[in-house]
Every structure is written in C-alpha cells, then in structure tokens.
C-alpha cells in the first residue's frame, strides 16, 4: 500500500468518525491531511460512507486539483492554516451541535474549564462570512491565532492539530467543552480560571506531553 493511498483512507476513515461520534451529519464538514506542496481533502457533497480513497482530491499549495470532483467548498480556510500554521498536519471543520449553538450565537468559550488549554487560553468565536469565502478564511485564522480551535459565528466548529487522530480528539474535546458551558449556562454564571491558571495547565500538558496540549501555542 502507498503512502498517499493510506493516507486518503485514513482521511475517510476520520470524516466517517466524526460523523460516528455526532460532531457532524450528513456530507457537511470536511477534513484534510497536509501532504509536500499540498494537502489531501474531502470532495465536495459527496457521502463519507460511500466515498473511497479514489475520491479523496488532492490540492496544490497553489489552488489546483485534477479536473472532476471539486474538493470541499471550504478547501480554502485548509489552504490558508497549513500556509500559515507550522503546527497544523491535519485540519477539521464539522456542524458539531453544541459548537453550533455557541456559534449562532456568536460566543466563544472562556476558560471556565481547565481543558479549555488544549485548544488555547480560550476558543473565539470568527465574525461570520459567507461559506467557502476568503473572508471566512481570514476570518477564521484571526481566530485560530495562538489557538488550535475556533467557532465560526453562525456556522459550526474548525480545529487544526498535529495529525488526524489529533485533530478529531481535539474537536471531541472542544465539542464535550461547549456542551458543558451550555449546560453551565443554563444553571448560571462560571467562574472562570484565570491566566496565571491557565499557564500552570498549559506548563503542565506540555511537562506530560499530552496529545493535545497546547504546551507549544504561541502566547497573545
Ligand atoms: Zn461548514
């Protein structure tokens, strides 16, 4: 088995992961694997379940991709992260519910929970801009600075880590984070941890290396 072959397969088996584990529905989201002078991503509308590795596109740094399929409508925040972001060898964009309603309603999550530190010292919320647009991409990598996970106002949940089996633990994690606020908030105010906290926790990810910490995110 090639490598890019694994990796087309191990991109599917993520999109049909996070659709497994309710972070998405249907054919919306999309998931994408850096590769030299690119990145795989999932194609445009098409079924996780019946898509193979034939349909996974393969993106050049530059825009380009094989006459045919056409890749994810929002190949372009995935373009712009791996431009932009060392740290970033697999990105995920899902409609995850509880994100979503944070999202429509244009919040972030503070750090009222100490693994708020795997995504960063909090998750923004990116203003909103049409699907697919460059504006969103700009938007969303304001967002992501310093950080591993954002909101997209009106919209759904992007993360970016190391690797696929990274990211769809981060996005697991970010997903069980906005449902545990939202439940906070029913019942009332948190109260949040604050920076010095969040330093000690972020010291202490990186001291295990934790998977997910955010032991190397820049500070802003
Ligand atoms: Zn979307």
New binding site residues.
Partial sequence: MNIEFRDRQSLINTARAMNRLDLNHGA??NVSKRLAGGMLITPSGMSYETMQAKDVILVTQDGQWEPGRRPSS?WLFHRDIYAQRDDAGAVL?A?APWCTTLACLQRGIPPFHYMIAAAGNDIRCAAYAT?GSQELSVNALAALAGRRACLLAN??LLCLASDLEQVLDLALEVEFLARVYCQTLALGIPDNLDDEEMARVADKFRSYGANIGAGDLAKD
Wanted: hydrophobic share 10%.
């Fill in positions: 919306c989201g929002e964009h409609h699907f919209h759904g």
